[in-house]
């Protein structure tokens, strides 16, 4: 099956820093989306981005999918940004999600 | 809010028991997943239903059981309980068009 890589693995951040936080795949996907899982254990919904660029005020995301890779950008982090950043791909329309391990970002006030 | 309606959201019971999850998608969504997020673990998927069919099946034990229903409303069924068992498991429902996945806030169950 598909593989999703995630780096860093951890990341810790003073608040107001940015941060980059990347997803690899190893096959071609149909979807890709991004999610927050904070503190509290909900998993939120960032960006639905099978390609190209999208932005939602500090966040932003961007998918190259020939090449297999996401990138999730935070800027001006919060602590409220705190959690595991999870990415998700789909590989043919219709199956299930494989969701890589997560990045688990600390933002300290 | 997602739209997609878990319960219970915490379920304490203990090990040999039987539990039964349950998860209302958002409306108009005919897919139904499961997973199960163990502590401090990734998400793995469980068992695919749409509209009323099964379309996939994951690392689902056979001590675990689901079905989705004509209101399209669906249950997992967990028996035999393990103290492994414990973890959230989480509902989703996808969108026809696009396939964006939708989760519910999950069932946080504890097995003592």
């Known amino acids: 099956g598909i593989q999703v890589e995630q780096s860093p693995p951890d990341l810790i951040l003073q608040e107001g820093a940015n941060s980059t936080l990347r997803c690899n795949f190893s096959?071609?996907?149909?979807?890709l989306q991004w999610f927050h899982q904070n503190p509290w254990g909900q998993l939120i919904n960032l960006f639905y981005i099978p390609s190209g660029t999208k932005q939602n005020g500090r966040l932003s995301a961007t998918t190259v999918a020939t090449e297999r890779y996401s990138l999730l950008y935070i800027s001006s982090s919060q602590t409220t940004d705190s959690g595991v950043y999870f990415c998700?791909?789909?590989?043919?329309?219709?199956?299930?999600?494989?969701f890589g391990p997560g990045t688990r970002l600390s933002v300290l006030p | 809010d997602s739209g997609v309606t878990q319960t219970p959201k915490h379920l304490i019971t203990a090990t040999g028991q039987r539990v039964t999850l349950r998860c209302s998608p958002r409306s108009g969504d005919l897919s139904v997943y499961w997973y199960q997020q163990s502590l401090d673990q990734g998400l793995q998927f469980l068992i695919q239903?749409?509209?009323?069919?099964?379309?996939a099946k994951g690392n689902i034990l056979e001590r675990f059981s689901a079905q989705q229903f004509p209101d399209l409303h669906s249950e997992l069924n967990l028996s035999s309980l393990e103290l492994g068992d414990s973890a959230l498991y989480f509902c989703?429902?996808?969108?026809?068009?696009?396939?964006?996945?939708?989760f519910g806030e999950g069932s946080r169950l504890t097995v003592l």
């Open positions: 239903y749409y509209n009323g069919e099964e379309r």
């Open positions: 998700a791909v789909e590989r043919s329309s219709g199956q299930n999600f494989v």
């Open positions: 096959d071609s996907v149909n979807n």
């Open positions: 989703a429902s996808s969108v026809i068009e696009t396939g964006e996945l939708f």
